[in-house]
Nanobody
Framework: QVQLVESGGGLVEPGGSLSLSCAAS????????MGWYRQAPGNQRELVAA???????NYVESVKGSFTISRDNVKKTVYLQMTSLKPAATAVYYC?????????WGPGTQVTVSS
């Protein structure tokens, strides 16, 4: 079965950095578009960043220049490097894998930006 497992969340002070990882199994990782979403309390889940099978990336406007998504097809892992973190980035971050309308999700990892 398909499994996506996020790791790397935690508590960080404003202005700090955090790196998330998502290890995938049960899918042909290299052909899937991988994404990071987040959901803060009371808000809808939103796309933060995505990377296609060819390596093209896109980001929500609010994280451009401070977040970087990357993938390692050998390790079947997608990463999200987050820098210059602000309290508004506090949310549960979810990893997703998508291909041809079929999506899979991880259970999420909490990121809290607070002093």
């Amino acid at each position: 079965q398909v499994q996506l497992v996020e790791s790397g969340g935690g508590l960080v002070e404003p202005g700090g950095s955090l790196s998330l990882s998502c290890a995938a199994s049960g899918i042909i990782f290299s052909i899937n578009t991988m994404g990071w979403y987040r959901q803060a309390p009371g808000n809808q889940r939103e796309l933060v960043a995505a990377i296609t099978s060819s390596g093209s990336t896109n980001y929500v406007e609010s994280v451009k220049g401070s977040f970087t998504i990357s993938r390692d097809n050998v390790k079947k892992t997608v990463y999200l490097q987050m820098t210059s973190l602000k309290p508004a980035a506090t949310a549960v971050y979810y990893c997703s894998a998508e291909r041809r309308g079929t999506s899979y999700w991880g259970p999420g990892t909490q990121v809290t930006v607070s002093s």
